[in-house]
């Protein structure tokens, strides 16, 4: 069992920055890739970051790329989604999610293949 608890949404101007944690606990060794996704008001949960186990690997959604980062600090079992240059259409709830038993350099943008998720972070880009 691994447990997920995201922090650092906010209300935020356009142009501005966030930073959002994940913290883990439980099964908080390091075999777990992890993953950011996001679900906006009358839409899907979708897609927006993944880092493999290594923190070598790295995937984002086109719509992020360029603006935001994802990194993670297995020492301290979390993640974080650094957001920059925000957007209105950034507006979200914003998910971490873990995914276990893969191997070191394996990261995933699919949803199905993680295992446990966060309650979520709300973030609010205003124009």
């Known amino acids: 069992q691994v447990q997920l608890v995201e922090s650092g949404g906010g209300l935020v101007q356009a142009g501005t920055s966030l930073r959002l944690s994940c913290a883990a606990s439980?099964?908080?060794?390091?075999?777990?890739?992890m993953g950011w996704f996001r679900q906006a008001p009358g839409k899907e949960r979708e897609f927006v970051a993944a880092?493999?186990?290594?923190?070598?690997?790295?995937y984002y959604a086109n719509s992020v790329k360029g603006r935001f980062t994802i990194s993670r600090d297995n020492a301290k079992n979390t993640g974080n989604l650094q957001m920059n240059s925000l957007k209105p259409e950034d507006t979200a709830v914003y998910y971490c999610?873990?995914?276990?038993?893969?191997?070191?350099?394996?990261?995933?943008?699919?949803?199905?293949?993680?295992?446990?998720w966060g309650q979520g972070t709300q973030v609010t880009v205003s124009s």
């Open positions: 439980g099964r908080t060794d390091d075999s777990y890739a």
């Open positions: 880092i493999s186990r290594s923190g070598g690997r790295t």
């Open positions: 999610a873990a995914a276990l038993g893969v191997s070191w350099h394996y990261a995933s943008v699919r949803q199905n293949e993680y295992d446990y």
